[in-house]
């Protein structure tokens, strides 16, 4: 009887082996990855769109099977919410780190994306930013943050460049929202536009979330700049444009990729006027590139019944991109793929072809100048 007894409790503790070997390997299957973005708050319709371009990656890709390795695995979205805080940014970025995911797409903006990479890189997890443009960023010796848009030197540089070569600004003012975006692209747009011969006339800041610019508009407009420049996000140019009006002031309006988006002209109201606002997309396609980018934002319609604001597409390319390094490195332990995401080079995304640079830079990264018309975001140029 004792022997009977001790052969079923070792075909019982085999069972439970196995069974927990089948649990083990289906745990490993589903590859988890981060998504953050500001989901609350005055930019909520940028960070939803961040996301809905995430989800639409990881579908597709589920959708058309994903072998990893020699496993078949399912993908996984772990999204989280900074409401584009840095305290938010921060403790959502440990959420994942402590959830294990295999990477991270986001954050959205520079001021939450640059403490959130800390915490990735002491993880040892890749994050690719679709719309942080703070050169800070990829320059703080991390192996783990890549970007697949191009920065605010390039981003600023520009559309100084443009505000003296092609509106012929003469005296500009600036005008930044404290964020590390804001900040950093107002500085860049500074340095061009001086450097191109324009005067400086006024240097103003406002915040993040701030309504009332009346203070800072009424000393702007006795300096009579041709320019104002502003360094931040859709969610407060429009109220500023519409205080501009009121104030009857008659300069051009220009702005990074932050206020560069459909929303905008909504926010505005008929203070976005005709070719009065023009601001740069950090990232474009030449004409070869249209037809896909245009395909991305048909189906991005239907799928979801809004228009992209901005940067969905880039979060889509940046989870493919991820995807892809993890398939060809045959594993999605971030110690082994991360060498292949860092080696990317001529990947064909709905952006155009993405390489990183040693630091994590989108090579060759290029801008698109858009203006305003009859309401609509209207595109003037791409430029490398």
Known sequence: MKKVTGVLTLVAVAALLAACGKKDDAASSVVKIGHVGPVSGPIAHLGKDNELGARMAIEELNAAGVTIGDKKVTLELLAEDDGADPKQGTAAAQKLADAKVAGVIGHLNSGTTIPASKIYSD???????????????????????????????????????????????????????????????????TKAAEAAGAKVVAKEFTTDKATDFNAILTSIKGKKPDVVFFGGMDAVAGPMLKQMKALGIEAKFMGGDGICTGELAKLAGDAIGESKVYCAEAGGVDDAGKPALDKFKADFKAKYNVDVQIYAPYVYDATKVMVA??????????????????????????????????????????????????????????VR
């Open 123 to 189: 993880a040892g997890i890749p994050q690719i930013s679709p719309s942080a443009t703070n050169p800070k960023y990829t320059r703080q010796g991390y192996k783990t943050t890549f970007r697949v848009v191009a920065d605010d030197v390039h981003l600023g540089g520009t559309l100084g460049k443009y505000a003296v070569g092609t509106l012929a600004a003469k005296n500009v003012a600036v005008i930044d929202d404290r964020t590390a975006y804001g900040q950093g692209v107002a500085e860049e747009f």
């Open 325 to 382: 390094a993890m398939v060809k490195a045959g594993s999605s332990d971030p110690a082994k793929y991360l060498p292949v995401l860092a080696a990317t080079d001529g990947y064909q995304g709905v952006t155009g072809t993405i390489a990183f640079d040693e630091k994590g830079d989108i090579k060759n990264g290029a801008l698109t100048l858009f203006t305003y018309k009859a309401g609509t975001r209207t595109q003037l140029a791409v």
